[in-house]
């Protein structure tokens, strides 16, 4: 199964993000699963990308070009997919996508995991969606879906196929 996974190019001020990464990666490799993710090598994204390869695992980089010219991406990926810009990358790493995880991040990370949910939402795209709630991160989105189902601008039945999970193992638990 291809991981798509969504995080930030930066470590964050957390010390548990870049553990509970590392320990995502090594588990996608370890079980026979590949990571697709924005190709970088700085911070959370390098350290996912890092700990999956060193566990022996596929890793699929997907960089727009002008990443590429900054010089952002991990060349010991298994493949890197340079785009031309940031919406080809993210229409790139939907179609590898069977899975869909959106780690903390940024803006970044909030827009690619909303155009999946969006997607999923309309019946455009089948697959597990998982918003890697760490230590409540993501308590915030949560409380907006609810907040948009309350003022009947969401439809409970589509939100419902979007599962918070809050570490490794409910992540396995929906995967499996």
Same mark, same amino acid.
């Given at each position: 199964?291809?991981i798509?996974?969504?995080l930030?190019a930066?470590?964050g001020n957390?010390?548990?993000?870049k553990?509970?990464i @590392?320990e995502l990666?090594?588990?996608i490799?370890e079980?026979?699963?590949?990571?697709?993710? =924005? $190709? +970088?090598?700085a911070?959370?994204?390098g350290?996912?990308?890092?700990s999956a390869l060193l566990?022996g695992?596929k890793v699929?980089g997907v960089?727009p070009?002008?990443f590429i010219?900054?010089g952002y991406?991990?060349?010991?990926?298994?493949e890197?997919?340079v785009t031309?810009?940031?919406?080809q @990358?993210?229409a790139?790493?939907?179609?590898l996508?069977?899975?869909f995880?959106a780690?903390? =991040? $940024? +803006?970044?990370?909030?827009?690619?995991?909303s155009?999946?949910?969006s997607?999923?939402c309309?019946h455009?795209?089948?697959a597990p969606?998982l918003?890697?709630?760490l230590d409540?991160?993501?308590?915030?989105?949560?409380a907006?879906f609810?907040?948009?189902?309350?003022?009947g601008?969401l439809?409970v039945?589509?939100?419902?196929?979007i599962?918070?999970?809050s570490?490794?193992?409910?992540?396995?638990?929906f995967?499996?």
């Open positions: 199964m291809n798509t996974v969504y930030g930066s470590d957390d010390i548990a993000f553990k509970a @590392r990666g090594k588990w490799a079980n026979g699963h590949t990571v697709v993710y =924005g $190709g +970088s090598k911070g959370l994204m350290d996912l990308a890092e566990a695992g699929i960089e070009q002008f010219d900054a991406e991990y060349n010991d990926v298994t890197l997919i031309e810009d940031m919406s @990358r993210k790139k790493m939907i179609s996508g069977d899975a995880i780690f903390p =991040g $940024g +803006s970044g990370t909030l827009e690619e995991i155009e999946v949910i997607k999923v309309l455009q795209l089948n969606v918003i890697y709630n409540g991160y993501y308590d915030s989105l949560k907006l609810a907040h948009m189902v309350d003022k601008l439809n039945d589509e939100i419902s196929k599962h918070f999970v570490n490794l193992k409910e992540i396995v638990n995967l499996k």
